[in-house]
């Protein structure tokens, strides 16, 4: 499988309706200096809030603006890729199978691929583990890194979990819908808050809980060709990845510990004149 190399358009319809949405969550990026600026790269980051995920756009804008020339691409499931003009104006700007055939021809093109490794088990994530980074074991971006020997660039969110109350996963509910074998899902989320309620699957309002999101220093271990079979190695690195993970959304949340306040702070500065003291009500 081959992909087309995508290098960002900066007239794509999807480019300012994303710049619309992100600033609802108020982001604010860090790091991107980590980034190489050209040449291939793997960068992980851990999923959040279902369907509403704010941190992919946030790091996928980000990537682009660190290497305007260069291409750029994201993972997406099929469902999306599959779904009438949706999948054809992602894949125009640069959305790609969540697969490891199509990240691998990717950064073979020399782009940047951006993946997260805890799909849709993470982003369905209850809120009380909000604070915590679960790839649920999946290795295989440690594989592919070791098989094309690039830098792996860990992208870490904060905040988006917060902006919406997922109460289960719904793993008993997957399992009797048989959506493993309809979707490749193991999930069927149970949410509360407005406008349904209690409710399965269907999108709620998201609260403006501001995202971080931080680029960090590539891998010790990702910058050189290695054994992806050697499974010792592969547990090792992992462990490692994950530890790394979450010792900085540690450090954000504990800078940020309440994303919707934050943002809604944020949203009251910006208001015009007199309007913008109300943030030092909060």
Known sequence: MSTTTQVPDPNHPLLPLARAYTSYFTPKVSGLENLPASGPALVIGNHSSIYWAPEVWITFMAMMERRPTEPTFGVAHEILLRAPFLGDSLRQFGVIPASQEAAAAGLKDGGAVMVYPGGDWEACRPWTERGKIDFAGRKGFIRLA????????????????????????????????QLDKLFRAKVFPY????????????????????????????????????????????????????????????????????????????????????????????
């Open 146 to 177: 070791l098989k094309l020997g690039v830098p792996v660039i860990p992208a870490v969110a904060n905040g988006g979990h917060d902006s919406i109350f997922i109460l289960s996963r719904g793993e008993r509910t997957a399992k009797l819908l």
């Open 191 to 282: 949410t509360v808050g407005l406008p349904f309620g209690v409710a399965p699957v269907i999108p709620q309002i998201p609260l403006p809980a501001t995202v971080d999101v931080s680029f960090l220093p590539p891998l010790d271990w990702s910058t050189e060709p290695g054994d992806p079979e050697d499974t010792a190695a592969v547990a090792a690195h992992y462990e490692s990845t994950v530890r790394t993970m979450q010792t900085e959304l540690d450090r954000l949340r504990a800078e940020t510990p309440n994303p919707v306040s934050a943002g809604i702070k944020n949203h009251l500065a910006a208001l015009p004149g007199p309007l913008s003291g109300l943030a030092n009500l909060l």
